[in-house]
């Protein structure tokens, strides 16, 4: 009896590890398949530079596509009057903080920031082998579908094979939302009066807004579990993702941010949120 006691305890043991391990290979291959989407393995077999970790390269994704210009120009030289139409790839960011692109070109290893008009900067890549690097990182990777039709432009310039996502990121498990909202995200805190009480009530919102950018902006909202998504009045197909929900911005918008946090003065505005929201759970 003893025995099969025992037998049966190292059996139960077994049985437990197998579980186990179950457990974390599914854990492991759905972490895989979340990170899959993104692949970078043509970019870092020609990039000669400083090799960046991934989500540096998904949150410039996501920076690119929100505030960055892929362009193709075609142009004659002036100085032979029967010359054909020449075409030229360039690719800039405008920012009013420059520290950010410079922060970008130390990273990357190349291009320029210069100044761009009387308040804002520019980091500019005009170099065909420094370009073809850059279409190299983005042509599989952009979410957006006007950044689609750029990059197919840009692979046809250089004579690339895109692959076109027809899925949108797992957005909590990459760097890519970091580096959109640090484009286009807008963190506000207004007051208000409140009718019953008679007092400023202060309220937290985040915005997201894209021109066509509702199916991206539904899954921000079933990502984040909340928020609303609209087409902003008086605009050509603005959408604008937004949301109040405390619930939110403490489960899944600030700890994410802590993961993949901002690189622009954006981090700022974050790390404001998370104060604020921390002093007043204590108050309540």
């Keep these: ?3 099969l006691q025992i037998r049966r305890e190292v059996l139960l043991r077994e049985l437990h590890k197998i579980k186990m391990t179950f457990m974390e290979n599914n854990r492991s291959s759905e972490t895989l398949r979340e990170v899959t989407f993104f692949q970078f393995s043509e970019f870092y077999q020609s990039n000669t530079f400083k090799k960046q970790p ?4 998904e949150w410039f994704i996501g920076f690119a596509e929100g505030d960055g210009s892929f362009m193709i120009s075609s142009s004659k030289d002036l100085r032979r009057p029967n010359s054909k139409l020449r075409k030229r790839a360039f690719f800039y ?15 990357f290893g190349f291009g320029q920031v210069q100044k761009h008009g009387s308040k804002a900067y ?3 890549v005009t170099k065909n082998e420094h370009l073809r690097l850059l279409c190299l990182l983005a042509k599989d990777n952009v979410v957006l579908c006007h950044r689609k039709a750029q990059l197919a432009e840009w692979c046809a310039f250089f004579g690339l094979q895109q692959t076109v996502q027809t899925k949108l990121p797992p957005l909590l498990a990459t760097g890519w939302l970091s580096g959109f ?3 286009e995200g807008c963190f506000n805190i207004y007051s208000r009066k409140d009718k ?8 937290h919102r985040f915005i997201l807004d894209q021109k066509n950018g509702y199916a991206l902006f539904e ?12 087409r902003r009045k008086e605009t050509d197909s603005v959408f604008r993702y937004a949301t109040e929900s405390k619930t939110v911005f403490r489960t899944k918008l600030l700890p994410y941010l802590r993961r993949f946090p901002c690189l622009t003065e954006k981090r700022i505005a974050v790390f404001r949120w998370h104060r604020d ?8």
Aim: glycine share 4%.
């Design 1 to 3: 009896m003893f025995y």
């Design 219 to 230: 899954h921000v909202r079933d990502t984040l579990v909340g928020g609303s998504v609209y």
């Design 277 to 284: 929201l921390i002093l007043n759970s204590k108050k309540s």
């Design 93 to 107: 960011l405008v920012q009013k903080d420059p520290s950010v692109l410079y922060m970008i070109k130390k990273k």
């Design 196 to 203: 019953r009480y008679k007092h400023l009530v202060f309220r």
């Design 54 to 57: 991934q989500s540096f390269y």
């Design 122 to 124: 520019r980091w500019s």
């Design 181 to 183: 909202i640090d484009a």
